[in-house]
Nanobody
Framework: QVQLVESGGGLVQPGGSLRLSCAASGSIFIINAMGWYRQAPGKERELVAVISSGGSTRYADSVKGRFTISRDNAKNTVYLQMNSLKPEDTAVYYC??????????????WGQGTQVTVSS
């Protein structure tokens, strides 16, 4: 059974940085693109970054130039480095197969997500 486990969230001041991790089990990771989503209170879940199986990346305009997605295939892990964080980045962050940013790959069961709060 596919399992996604996100970690690395926390409370950070505006302008700060965080690095999120997503550990994935099974073949979902090796042969697929992976993405990071976020969901703020009262808003729909949105895809903010994607990395292909070969390492190509795409970003939502709201995070372009501040967030960097990467992956370690040997560890079945995808990362999201978040710099210059803003209060509007506050959300629960999830990883999954990407739907959006030019991709349409069926998602699997969602993990528990990791809370990111940007506040002074």
């Amino acid at each position: 059974q596919v399992q996604l486990v996100e970690s690395g969230g926390g409370l950070v001041q505006p302008g700060g940085s965080l690095r999120l991790s997503c550990a994935a089990s099974g073949s979902i990771f090796i042969i697929n693109a992976m993405g990071w989503y976020r969901q703020a209170p009262g808003k729909e879940r949105e895809l903010v970054a994607v990395i292909s199986s070969g390492g190509s990346t795409r970003y939502a305009d709201s995070v372009k130039g501040r967030f960097t997605i990467s992956r370690d295939n040997a560890k079945n892990t995808v990362y999201l480095q978040m710099n210059s964080l803003k209060p509007e980045d506050t959300a629960v962050y999830y990883c999954n197969r990407p739907i959006g940013l030019g991709y349409n790959i069926a998602i699997v069961n969602w993990g528990q997500g990791t809370q990111v709060t940007v506040s002074s």
